[in-house]
T-cell receptor, first 113, second 115 residues
């Protein structure tokens, strides 16, 4: 089955700096790669996603890049703010077994004011 | 308001006492899924349902049962809970399955402790 590895597990940055979280996946058939943000005591919430036919997607301070050849995708947060502090999860899904979804282990991001 | 609700939010129980965690969505979503979250292990899929009366195993289905008799509800049943099922559980739903590139909406979570 699919395996998703996420790095780093913890990340601490200064307010205003950029943060990058990377995920690698094993199944080349994977076609959908969402990123979720989980704040303390809440369920994960989608912040950005990318489909396999797209190399990059941006939404204000957040961007995701996908390298299908290397089988990795990354979350980029620019001009970080304290409210960006949370746990971030990547995930991968694939059409041939559409109901399944594999998540990375999560990255705890701390933005220091 | 579009949402996924779970009940109870917190539960402490004892080994072997059957319990049900309910999940309901008001978005008319076809797809629903259950995950457990454990420290350092991310979210692991327990069961999912592509539509009413259609359910299938995820990566960690042992010790769990589900049913999907109505579109809006997807209860998680632990027939004989054990301490290794102590975890944080999330229900999620989406219009179509994630493999069709659809976004999942998550509930607030249920923290279960089995003594």
């Amino acid at each position: 089955g699919e395996n998703v590895e996420q790095h780093p597990s913890t990340l601490s940055v200064q307010e205003g700096d950029s943060a990058v979280i990377k995920c690698t996946y094993s199944d080349s058939a994977s076609n959908y790669f969402p990123w979720y943000k989980q704040e303390l005591g809440k369920g994960p919430q989608l912040i950005i996603d990318i489909r396999s036919n797209v190399g990059e997607k941006k939404d204000q301070r957040i961007a995701v890049t996908l390298n299908k050849t290397a089988k990795h995708f990354s979350l980029h947060i620019t001009e970080t703010q304290p409210e960006d502090s949370a746990v971030y999860f990547c995930a991968a899904s694939w059409l041939t077994n559409a109901g399944k979804s594999t998540f990375g282990d999560g990255t705890t991001l701390t933005v220091k004011p | 308001e579009a949402q996924v609700t779970q009940n109870p939010r917190y539960l402490i129980t004892v080994t072997g006492k059957k319990l049900t965690v309910t999940c309901s969505q008001n978005m008319n979503h076809e797809y629903m899924s259950w995950y457990r979250q454990d420290p350092g292990l991310g979210l692991r899929q327990i069961y999912y349902s592509m539509n009413v009366e259609v359910t299938d195993k995820g990566d960690v289905p042992e010790g769990y049962k589900v049913s999907r008799k109505e579109k809006r509800n997807f209860p998680l049943i632990l027939e004989s809970p054990s301490p290794n099922q102590t975890s944080l559980y999330f229900c999620a739903s989406s219009h179509r399955a994630p493999g069709y590139t659809d976004t999942q909406y998550f509930g607030p979570g249920t923290r279960l402790t089995v003594l």
